[in-house]
T-cell receptor, first 115, second 114 residues
Framework: GAVVSQHPSWVICKSGTSVKIECRSL??????MFWYRQFPKQSLMLMAT?????????EQGVEKDKFLINHASLTLSTLTVTSAHPEDSSFYIC???????????FGPGTRLLVL | AQSVTQLDSHVSVSEGTPVLLRCNYS??????LFWYVQHPNKGLQLLLK??????LVKGINGFEAEFKKSETSFHLTKPSAHMSDAAEYFC????????????FGAGTILRVKS
């Protein structure tokens, strides 16, 4: 149980385009989903927290207009990187948890390369 | 404030020998602590978690960790390393006062030599 999927696993796009990444909880209802970013050889940094049906809460320094997060259902959250630039190239990982549980279950990650 | 310090960025062991990955934390509250493993180009997998029950926590794949409040440590151990254990390991603390937001340590890369 507690499986989280992400799609796509890899994406290459041109600078200036937008990219949407999906995160799904496959066998549980994810009341809260989290989006992290991981640069090469670095740890995970939390970008934002989203609760189903409400606006996401962004961490300091993360541009909400550039990284659009939608959490419209209990099993799906999306992250859209708008007007992507090469510096947005990174490994994006989502996680999900149910209710007030502390344990987060992580997706396999999406590697974004912006040319 | 809460934070997590992983004392070694790289650890190298021979197959069949013990593994010790060190983690210290600072916390204003009784913390919840986790160890996650990340294989190359993969997401994170939960190895084990401590949530104020037994101080010795057993996880998957033969790993265990001991919560020592007096030393503010939560070191990860395994009696005998296997080649498949080669990966990056993250010690993580849950920030209770911020809705259980996770704070990650910098990570320790474990190399297992044959």
């Amino acid at each position: 149980g507690a499986v989280v999927s992400q799609h796509p696993s890899w994406v290459i796009c041109k600078s200036g385009t937008s990219v949407k990444i999906e995160c799904r909880s496959l066998d549980f209802q994810a009341t809260t989903m989290f989006w992290y970013r991981q640069f090469p050889k670095q740890s995970l940094m939390l970008m934002a927290t989203s609760n189903e049906g409400s606006k996401a809460t962004y961490e300091q320094g993360v541009e909400k207009d550039k990284f659009l997060i939608n959490h419209a259902s209990l099993t799906l959250s999306t992250l859209t990187v708008t007007s992507a630039h090469p510096e947005d190239s990174s490994f994006y990982i989502c996680s999900a948890r149910s209710g007030q549980q502390e344990t987060q279950y992580f997706g396999p990650g999406t590697r974004l390369l912006v040319l | 404030a809460q934070s997590v310090t992983q004392l070694d960025s790289h650890v190298s062991v021979s197959e069949g020998t013990p593994v010790l990955l060190r983690c210290n934390y600072s916390s204003s509250y009784s913390p919840s602590l986790f160890w996650y493993v990340q294989h190359p180009n993969k997401g994170l997998q939960l190895l084990l978690k401590y949530t104020s029950a037994a101080t010795l926590v057993k996880g998957i794949n033969g790993f265990e960790a001991e919560f020592k409040k007096s030393e503010t440590s939560f070191h990860l151990t395994k009696p005998s390393a296997h080649m498949s254990d080669a990966a990056e390991y993250f010690c993580v603390v849950s920030l209770m006062e911020y809705g259980n937001k996770l704070v990650f340590g910098a990570g320790t890369i474990l190399r297992v030599k044959s």
